[in-house]
């Protein structure tokens, strides 16, 4: 009978109403029936709830050219100081050193660098892998991906907070290219037909290949994108987005990759701006999410 009621309603009436509650009293209403549900869950009311409202800070990498050392450092606003409580708006203090992952730790860790992000979740790295949220101070600690470093690899996370139950995923670029692969690579297209990465999830928590298949074309060769004259201090993970259920992410030659998580699919989208003009003027460009719009 409830369902009954439900259908009747038009969706729109229907967000309308669930709209006006409380946190709480629209959590219980998902639970109502199934229509609900869907409503809550296509429209996305309880994710304004689940996130802070305004910024409370940002993470910055940085590059010490006198100590050859990198780390992260946290910027916050001066409501989300220490000497400030926190405030509704922008919700619970952010730990921005990690105080709270503790792993068998007596001292805060004395180096870190973040390694990726995605809807509140944070990736770094210390003296391990780590994801942990900030705000909630959950964290987990996740086994290496191989014996190489991981600095040196693109690594991506993907969480969708109003998805039911929440779940995450990362991902990470299983090989790289250098000179050392000889001539052959040069020709080499990229990216390649089949991409292999490392994932892991927290269903499992163990990492496993997985292989994406290209759909279309290629960017070009290894040689023609001129992946080998990235800056070996700039972090290959940067610059990557995730979006109703694609990963987007911005590769050398200043081309971007969707890579599908449910199909295990992805396509090259070339960029319009010229990446010879770009290297020329000293310029990179990067990709974030807006309103679903990618720039």
Same mark, same amino acid.
């Given at each position: 009978?409830e369902?009954?009621a439900?259908?009747?309603?038009?969706?729109?009436?229907?967000?309308?109403?669930?709209g006006?509650?409380?946190? &709480?009293?629209l959590?219980?209403?998902r639970?109502v029936? &199934?229509?609900? +549900?869907?409503v809550?869950?296509?429209? +996305?009311l309880?994710? @304004?709830?689940?996130? @802070?409202?305004?910024? %409370?800070?940002?993470?910055?990498? *940085?590059?010490?050219?006198?100590?050859?050392a990198?780390? #992260?450092?946290?910027?916050?606003?001066?409501e989300?100081?220490?000497?400030?409580?926190p405030?509704a708006?922008c /919700?619970p $203090?952010?730990?921005?050193?990690?105080?709270?992952v503790?792993?068998? $730790?007596?001292?805060? *860790?004395?180096?870190?660098v973040?390694?990726?992000?995605?809807?509140?979740?944070?990736?770094?790295? /210390?003296?391990?892998?780590?994801?942990?949220?900030?705000?909630? +101070?959950?964290w987990?600690?996740?086994?290496?991906?191989?014996p $190489?470093?991981?600095?040196? &690899?693109?690594a991506?996370?993907v969480f969708?907070?109003?998805a039911?139950?929440p779940?995450?995923?990362m991902?990470?670029?299983?090989?790289?290219?250098?000179?050392?692969?000889?001539a052959?690579?040069?020709?080499?297209e990229w990216p390649?037909?089949?991409?292999?990465?490392?994932?892991?999830? #927290? $269903?499992?928590?163990?990492?496993?290949?997985?292989?994406f298949v290209?759909?279309?074309?290629?960017a070009?060769?290894?040689?023609?994108?001129?992946?080998?004259?990235?800056?070996?201090?700039?972090?290959p993970?940067? *610059? /990557?987005? *995730?979006?109703? %259920?694609a990963?987007?992410?911005?590769?050398?030659g200043?081309?971007?990759?969707?890579?599908s998580?449910?199909?295990?699919?992805?396509q090259?989208?070339?960029?319009?701006?010229?990446?010879?003009?770009? &290297?020329?003027?000293?310029?990179?460009?990067?990709?974030? +999410?807006?309103k679903?719009?990618?720039?």
């Amino acid at each position: 009978m409830e369902e009954m009621a439900a259908v009747f309603l038009p969706d729109d009436a229907l967000v309308g109403v669930l709209g006006l509650l409380p946190p &709480r009293s629209l959590a219980a209403a998902r639970c109502v029936c &199934r229509p609900w +549900r869907r409503v809550v869950d296509d429209r +996305r009311l309880l994710l @304004p709830h689940l996130l @802070p409202r305004s910024v %409370g800070g940002f993470f910055l990498n *940085y590059y010490d050219h006198e100590t050859v050392a990198t780390g #992260s450092s946290f910027f916050a606003r001066p409501e989300t100081a220490e000497t400030h409580p926190p405030t509704a708006a922008c /919700g619970p $203090r952010i730990d921005g050193e990690f105080s709270f992952v503790t792993a068998g $730790r007596e001292e805060p *860790y004395h180096w870190h660098v973040v390694l990726g992000h995605c809807d509140g979740l944070v990736l770094f790295a /210390g003296d391990g892998m780590y994801l942990c949220n900030p705000a909630t +101070r959950w964290w987990a600690r996740l086994p290496p991906p191989h014996p $190489r470093g991981y600095y040196r &690899r693109r690594a991506h996370v993907v969480f969708d907070p109003a998805a039911s139950p929440p779940h995450w995923e990362m991902e990470e670029e299983h090989g790289e290219i250098s000179e050392e692969d000889g001539a052959a690579w040069r020709t080499m297209e990229w990216p390649p037909a089949t991409w292999t990465w490392h994932a892991i999830s #927290s $269903r499992t928590m163990r990492w496993v290949e997985r292989v994406f298949v290209r759909e279309g074309a290629a960017a070009g060769t290894v040689a023609g994108l001129k992946l080998h004259s990235e800056d070996w201090a700039d972090a290959p993970w940067r *610059y /990557g987005a *995730y979006s109703q %259920g694609a990963l987007y992410i911005r590769c050398g030659g200043d081309h971007i990759s969707r890579i599908s998580m449910s199909t295990n699919k992805y396509q090259v989208i070339k960029s319009p701006i010229d990446p010879a003009e770009c &290297r020329k003027q000293g310029m990179q460009s990067i990709i974030g +999410r807006s309103k679903n719009l990618y720039s």
